[in-house]
């Protein structure tokens, strides 16, 4: 079963827009990741946010982590076309695997 | 190049037959995975390889079969093609980073299976 669900499942916003991602997930983590995919490609990591961190920044990206409320959000600021893809959030819950859970992901649409 | 690379891209066959996916990577990274991705499913593990000649089951391994006898290398094989086989396969591997796994994934196979 997956450990992440994202919400919403899919989003459309003009250019310079934020755009915000929600993740939900069920058990304990190490840490949560999000990576993007864009259309026909291989998913490319963008952040990471460990257990113990509350907020992460990367550029325009802005990732939050509650694990009170085991979610996380990905905010992406001023919105350009070439974000257009799929968000995708990844939970490690175990320890020395390497393996990561993946939500079904949100689509992003950005329009010019 | 260094990186991640599947082979083929695209591959069309029968239902029963047997299909190897390849991949293989330049970094020399110990942890290595197979994902499907299907609409309404997002990824889903296979199998993955904790190094050389150790693999394990994911989530939905009936139907495959992987081995890894170098590091750099970890093909999946479809031993009797089926219909719900049909989907794309991404090839990953890890990296330790500071405060966790990140995985690089290969551009993936689309595999239709008729």
């Known amino acids: 079963s997956q450990q992440g669900e994202e919400d919403p499942q899919a989003l459309s916003i003009q250019e310079g827009e934020n755009a915000t991602m929600n993740c939900s997930y069920k058990?304990?983590?190490?840490?949560l990741q999000w990576y993007r995919q864009n259309s026909g490609r291989g998913l490319v990591h963008l952040i990471l946010?460990?257990?113990?961190?509350r907020e992460k920044h990367s550029g325009r990206l802005r990732v939050t982590l509650d694990t009170s409320k085991k979610s996380s959000s990905l905010l992406i600021t001023a919105s350009r076309a070439a974000d257009t893809a799929s968000y995708f959030c990844?939970?490690?819950?175990?320890?020395?695997?390497?393996?990561?859970?993946f939500g079904q992901g949100t689509t992003l649409q950005v329009k010019p | 190049d260094a990186g991640i690379t599947q082979s083929p891209r695209y591959k069309i066959t029968e239902t029963g037959r047997q299909v190897t996916l390849m991949c293989h990577q330049t970094?020399?990274?110990?942890?290595m995975f197979w994902y499907r991705q299907d609409l309404g499913h997002g990824l889903r593990l296979i199998y993955y390889?904790?190094?050389?000649?150790?693999?394990d089951k994911g989530e939905v391994p009936d139907g495959y079969v992987v081995s890894r006898s170098k590091t750099e290398n970890f093909p999946l094989t479809l031993e009797s093609a089926t219909r719900s086989q049909t989907s794309v396969y991404f090839c990953?591997?890890?990296?330790?980073?500071?405060?966790?796994?990140?995985?690089?994934f290969g551009p993936g196979t689309r595999l239709t299976v008729l």
């Open positions: 990953a591997s890890s990296e330790e980073l500071a405060g966790g796994p990140r995985q690089f």
């Open positions: 058990t304990s983590i190490n840490n």
């Open positions: 946010i460990r257990s113990n961190e």
């Open positions: 990844a939970t490690d819950a175990t320890s020395n695997t390497g393996k990561l859970i």
């Open positions: 970094w020399s990274h110990s942890y």
């Open positions: 390889s904790a190094a050389a000649d150790i693999t």
